[in-house]
Structure formats: C-alpha cells, structure tokens
C-alpha cells in the first residue's frame, strides 16, 4: 500500500481521470442527452490524436494549428455519424459505431507509411531519426513552470503542470456543457430519445440537432485525444481499443448518465481502479501477481458495469427516472 | 388547408386513393370513417410524416407536400397523436414547454444569446400556464409525463400542441380513452379556441355524437376515399356513410 502515498501515483490517476472526464463528457452529451449509443468514442479521439501528429510531423505545421486540424478531424468524424444517425437508431447505430471505430484502428495500423503502423507515432516518417510532437508541449509547459516559480516560490515538475492544464480545460468544459445541457436545444434532444414524431410535429428540425450533438461530442473526444497524445508522448493504433469506449461507457453509467457532474465522479473513481489495481495489496489482490492484477482491473471494471446495470441504473448521481420510465 | 387527389399506398394495400379535402379556415372539420379508411395516413401525409405517391397539400396556397414534417410544423400546422405521444421522461411542464415554437434557444447558436432565451422564456411561460390550467393538469406539472393516465396523455398532447400556436390543428382521436368530464372540458376548450382565437380543427374521431355536435363540416372516408363531404346532419341519412359502416344492405346491388 506504501505506493499509494507516493504524489506521483495520485498525479497520474488524476491526470488519466481528466483525460477521461473531457472524454466521457462527450459521451453523456451524446448518451444521457441525446440517447444515442455511440460505442465508437475512441475513434474520435484516435483521430484527432493521429491528425494533430501526423500534421506537425509529416507536414511541419505549427503546433497549434496541428491541434485545431485534429480537432477539425475529430469534427468531421461527428458529422459522418451524423449521416449514419439520420438512417440508424438504437443498436444498429451503436453496431455502426463500433465498426466505425475498428475501421480507423485497423487503417492506422496498415497504412504504415502515413501512420507508423504498429509502432506507433515513433514511425511516423520524419527528417530526424525518431519523429516526436512533443517539444512545442514540453516547452509551454516549462515556461508555465518557470512562471508559476517565479510567482509563488513553487516548483513543479511536467506532470504537475499537466494535471493543471488538463484539469482547467476539463472543469471549464464541464461548466460550458453542463449550461448546454439546460437549453431547449438539449430539451429537444431529450425528447428525441422517444422517437422523432413529437419534437418534428412541433418544428424542431431533429435530424440537425442530432448531427450537432454527435460533433460536439466528437469534438470532446478529440480534445482528450489531443490530452492523451501530449501526456503520453507516442500513441499507437492500440490505444485507441474499443475498450477505451468502454472505459468511458462506465464512467457515464457510474456517475449517472443524466447528469454532467456524473461525469469526472465516474471518472475519479475509474481513475482509482484503473491506476490503483496494481498497488493493491491486501486480500484479494495479493493472490496475484503484479502482471495478473493488469487484468484484474478489466474483471472489476466488467463486474463493476454489470452491478450498476443491474442494481442502479441510474449510476451515482443520475435520475432514475429519466433512464427507467416507459 | 387543401389535399388535392391524395394516393398513398403501402406495398400492395392502398391505403389512401385519390382523396381530397378542403379544411375551413376558422372552422371545426371532422374526419371521421371506419377503421383502415385512411384517415391517420391522411393525417401523416398532410404533416409531412407519410410522403404522398400523388397529390398535393396546400396550406393558403403554399405547396407543402414532401416538405420536412418540422418545415410544415413551422408554417402553423399542428398535430396530436392517435396515441398521445407524451415524451415519457419529462416531465408535464417540460413537455408543454416545448411545444414553443421558433424558440431561440432551439438552435445551438441561442446558446450564446441567453438574452433572447429568457425574454423568449418569460412569454412562453405564462403560455403553458395558461394551456395547463385549461386542460387541468397543473397540479400535476412536475410529475414525469410517463406516470400520467392515458387519458391524461391526450390532454397534455393537446395543450403541446397549442403551445406551438398553430393556426391548423390536426386532433387524432382526442376523445379516445379520455373519460366524459374531461371530454366535455376538451369539447370546451375546442370550440373556445376556435371561436376566440380562429384556430382552425381538423379532427378524426370514432366519437359520432361529439363531431356531430361541434363540426361545422364534416367529411368520411372509407377505403382510402372521401364518401361525404358535408353537414353534420346528412352524414346519418347518407346512404353510402350507412354502407361503409354496416355494409351494404343484403339484396341491395348498388
């Protein structure tokens, strides 16, 4: 247990957390709001990653606007599930999604000469032997280092400044949408979960609305894709698994589909189980080895998605209501 | 409001075939006729819902046919639902709320206009006030709309639809499971918004003694066609009305 008091492992679980919370909150916008089941997420967020990379690697553009270009990729996505959504409901969408989701995992494996293949970004074609993305990051963040010193006598180290970075942007978008969510636009988005009849034959133009949710909610993802690839500093096609989606999937129902606050209480406590596994050693998880309790987690994440499937459906903070009436 | 010459068919059923029927501006018409005449296919198609192989919808001229059903809502046609589709996991003021129609804050640009959402808001408001009052359901405008009876599912689909201030309101069934002090409340209500506020009624109803009693016009449909189209009084002494309700007369030819 002596490893949980080390700041280092609280810092990297909070830091997975905030990645998650901007994720997830994708996810709620577009499943607690809109119900609709994307089980597809992680593309958006392999997607914006990828482009942000491979557009500062391969083709030098500025940091920051390599940033925008992923997130405009992550965009884009949105609006393909958008089409898909116009022709697909419910599980045949989710189907989609999950297919959507695969494809772009197994083209950035294969389209090696574009996205490094299976090693990674490290393969991305470049003028220096390994290509990186991260100087431009490592940069700002030592300059926000420096000043935070000179302001307050503090020193931090890069993962500080990260958990910092990571947890602003995450509470100021949790504001943004939590507001979002309390529009009419959000109020007709609820109503179509029941079908489209009722919003249409009151003049609300469903289908937009719909193809609006899915990018904004691509967009989130793409900005923790962004989060993910900077913490990280390489990223390759198996990061962005179907069980990434998952992960998320569990942190909406765990926290309560219907609420944004749900949100980063799910993923605070996903963050704990996913980090904190491996340093547990009491009964039952010192029957295992360190590289056996790796797996472990997936069993309590799955059993942890059944109990709340079963028992509260409405997660931690939701409305059990708005999940359960007919 | 006109549908000129009508067909819709699904695979080989012809639901709807050639009909065509003109709705008084300001006035209460019925539709009324066996079950499978067509009457809610007409309704779907006059609101954009069913995509018509023939004919035309006009509505003061304006050609709506295969417009978005949302896009015929906006030109002031309203609708409620044979099986009064409440949004389940509202609740009944959030259901009446949004009925509002051209409400800024539909759009995801209003999000930056709060402004414009609150005065928007503020008028709104007193307006489902109001609409819950008149169809008495607003001691019960927190509860989830999931948890209503199906009577009161009709009412509160009534009074969502006048939120959106039409100026042509398709009724399917409103009668239907609502029980008799309601129903007269409805009947009331009715003829009041037409009478004060020239809200013009198309309404398809089973209830013969109830559309006799309010329409001003009444048409009947049987087998995807309008068979009459006139007062409330010559429908009973209509000898094809008779025949498509009971069948022909044994013996009888025609």
């Avoid at chain 2, 012809?14 to 309704?43: E, H």
């Avoid at chain 2, 051209?102 to 999000?111: A, H, I, S, Y």
């Amino acid at each position: 247990m002596a490893d949980l008091l080390v700041p280092g492992f609280w810092i990297f679980v909070l830091i997975n957390a905030g990645i998650y919370t901007i994720f997830a909150l994708g996810l709620q916008l577009q499943y607690g709001v809109a119900g609709l089941m994307n089980f597809g997420a992680v593309a958006l967020m392999g997607l914006s990653a990828y482009t942000m990379v491979i557009s500062f690697i391969t083709w030098n553009v500025n940091f920051l606007v390599a940033c925008l270009l992923g997130l405009i990729a992550a965009a884009l996505g949105g609006v393909f599930l958008g089409l898909m959504a116009r022709r697909l409901r419910g599980d045949y969408f989710a189907i989609v999604t999950i297919a959507f989701s695969e494809t772009f995992r197994y083209v950035a494996r294969n389209a090696s000469n574009f996205t490094g293949g299976d090693q990674g970004s490290l393969a991305i074609p470049s003028d220096s032997v390994t290509a990186s993305y991260v100087a431009p990051w490592n940069d700002f963040v030592a300059s926000i280092s420096t000043q935070i010193e000179s302001l307050t006598g503090f020193t931090l180290d890069r993962d500080s400044v990260m958990l910092i970075a990571i947890w602003s942007v995450a509470i100021i978008l949790l504001i943004v949408i939590a507001r979002l969510e309390k529009t009419p636009w959000a109020q007709v988005l609820r109503a179509s979960r029941e079908g489209d009849l009722v919003p249409q034959s009151l003049g609300k133009n469903v289908g937009l609305m719909r193809t609006q949710v899915l990018v904004l909610g691509s967009v989130l993802g793409g900005i923790a894709g962004i989060f993910f690839a900077l913490q990280f500093s390489f990223i390759q096609p198996n990061n962005f698994e179907p069980l990434a989606t998952f992960f998320a999937w569990m942190i909406i129902l765990l926290g309560g589909a219907t609420r944004v606050v749900g949100v980063p209480v799910g993923a605070l406590i996903f963050g704990f189980i996913f980090a904190g596994t491996r340093f547990f050693d009491f009964p039952p998880f010192s029957w295992f080895d360190s590289a056996d309790k790796a797996y472990l987690r997936l069993i309590i994440v799955g059993a942890i998605l059944i109990a709340i499937v079963l028992w509260r459906p409405q997660g931690i903070l939701g409305r059990r209501k708005e999940m359960i009436l007919e | 409001m006109q549908a000129v010459d009508i067909s819709k068919s699904f695979g080989g059923v012809q639901a709807v075939s050639g009909a065509s029927i003109d709705v008084i501006p300001g006035r209460i018409t019925a539709l009324i006729g066996p079950n499978g005449a067509g009457k809610t296919t007409l309704f779907n198609i006059l609101t954009g819902m069913v995509i018509p192989e023939v004919g035309q919808v006009l509505v003061e001229g304006e050609q709506l046919q295969g417009k978005s059903p949302h896009v015929i809502a906006r030109a002031g046609v309203g609708r409620t639902f044979q099986g009064a589709h409440v949004v389940t996991r509202l609740s009944v003021w959030d259901n009446v709320m949004l009925g509002a129609i051209e409400n800024p804050g539909d759009k995801l640009r209003g999000f930056f206009q709060p402004r414009a959402r609150k005065h928007f808001d503020a008028r709104s408001k007193g307006r489902a006030l109001e609409l819950l009052d008149e169809v008495g359901l607003t001691k019960l405008k927190d509860e989830y709309a999931g948890n209503l009876s199906g009577g009161q599912r009709k009412l509160l689909d009534f009074a969502r639809a006048m939120m959106a201030k039409p100026r042509i309101l398709l009724l399917d069934e409103p009668f239907a499971g609502v029980n008799p002090t309601l129903r007269l409340g409805l009947t009331r209500l009715i003829e009041k918004l037409q009478s004060q506020q020239a809200v013009t009624f198309l309404l398809v109803e089973h209830d013969l003694p109830a559309v006799m009693k309010m329409s001003h016009h009444v048409y009947v449909m049987a087998e995807g066609s309008v068979i009459y189209s006139g007062s409330p009084d010559g429908v009973l002494r209509d000898q094809h009305v008779v025949d498509a309700y009971l069948g022909p007369r044994s013996g009888d030819n025609r």
